[in-house]
């Protein structure tokens, strides 16, 4: 596994109008050396794209294709998430204002010591403030 991936970045490679050559470049690495997720990943993925078709911003077909892609990607679901949820997950949360979901991605990066892929300003600033590497860089 090369890096945490988060929702945003995800729907930011899947979505064209949210594409940039940087997410390019964070796809390429997961799509070679493969990424780590908590498990809450598979729900927040489906449910964007969910409410992506329901907005007509992409039609249900361009969903399943989306999905069927992720699902051929070696992204591997961490299996210890839930141990930390209710201990450094919430710890986490407090310290940086996050929500717990949004935690769980800093959790994995943290303790797993690799590059986190995320948009998500709050949960960006938590990571660097943790010392954890935040991808795309800016």
């Known amino acids: 596994m ?3 991936l988060d929702c945003s970045a995800t729907l930011a490679f899947l979505l064209e109008d949210e594409q940039t050559p940087a997410i390019a470049d964070v796809f390429d690495q997961v799509i070679q050396n493969g990424a780590i997720v908590p498990a809450l990943w598979h729900l927040e993925v489906a449910n964007s794209l969910c409410v992506s078709v329901r907005r007509k911003r992409i039609a249900s077909q ?3 294709q989306f999905l069927g892609y992720l699902q051929k990607l070696d992204i591997v679901t961490d299996e ?3 141990l930390h949820a209710w201990s450094a997950t919430v710890t986490l949360a407090d310290l940086h204002g996050l929500t717990v979901y949004d935690a769980a991605y800093l959790e994995l990066a943290q303790r797993l010591r690799l ?3 995320t948009l998500d300003r709050a949960l960006a600033q938590a990571a660097r403030h943790s010392g954890v590497t935040v991808l795309p860089q800016r």
């Open 80 to 82: 210890e998430t839930r």
């Open 115 to 117: 590059p986190l892929a």
């Open 2 to 4: 090369s890096l945490v």
């Open 62 to 64: 361009a969903r399943d």
